[in-house]
């Protein structure tokens, strides 16, 4: 897998979180940036131990079964976890579940942790995906830790100042990503044959 690949997995798991917190942004007056700057840490943190975890699990799995069939299911295993993937965020897109608005001054950042727990359930996922794909995880783990600040901050940016209206595309975005690259999986094991 190549880091363009790579890049567009870890882009469209991390859309979520831009979502999320455009949500979170549209709360809010103005940015307290060291509150932001702890949120982006508590997020990356999450989503980096998430994608870990992952990646070992599968590759324990991987090394114990290194037959070319287990192999192949690895990579069949890989194309339904984007696909899925893909799904739950155009289901969230399709349902757009309505933000109740009101200001708050100064949130706390515990209210971040359920956003954080919730979008690594789903990295693990990814983290599984890349391990069956045989993925060096260190240049992964570093562009998710890059993006995952980038989104956070964004996000928060955008929901400042356009409000949360955006997500519905947002979440599309990031369900055609993943199937592309589901798509992208399926299609190179046809190619290589």
């Not at 007056?29 to 702890?38: R, Y």
């Not at 840490?41 to 090394?63: D, P």
């Not at 890989?78 to 349902?95: C, D, E, Q, T, Y």
């Amino acid at each position: 897998m190549n880091w363009i690949e790579s890049l567009f997995i870890v882009a469209g798991i991390s859309l979520d979180i831009f979502a999320a917190m455009e949500c979170q942004g549209s709360l809010i007056d103005k940015i307290n940036k060291k509150q932001l700057g702890a949120v982006c840490l508590l997020i990356a943190a999450f989503q980096l131990a998430a994608l870990y975890l992952g990646h070992f699990l599968s590759s324990m799995f991987c090394r114990r079964h290194p037959a070319s069939n287990e192999r192949l299911l690895g990579e069949i295993i890989s194309m339904v976890i984007f696909m899925g993937l893909g799904i739950r965020l155009m289901v969230k897109a399709v349902k757009n579940e309505h933000v109740e608005e009101h200001l708050e001054k100064n949130p706390d950042i515990r209210r971040f942790v359920p956003i954080a727990l919730v979008s690594s359930l789903y990295t693990v996922m990814a983290g599984v995906a890349f391990g069956f794909l045989n993925t060096n995880v260190v240049p992964i783990l570093l562009l998710l830790a890059a993006i995952t600040i980038v989104f956070v901050i964004a996000g928060t940016y955008t929901g400042l100042q356009l409000g949360f209206a955006a997500k519905t595309k947002v979440y599309a975005a990031g369900a055609v990503i993943l199937w592309a690259t589901g798509l992208d999986v399926l299609i190179r094991k046809i190619l290589a044959g």
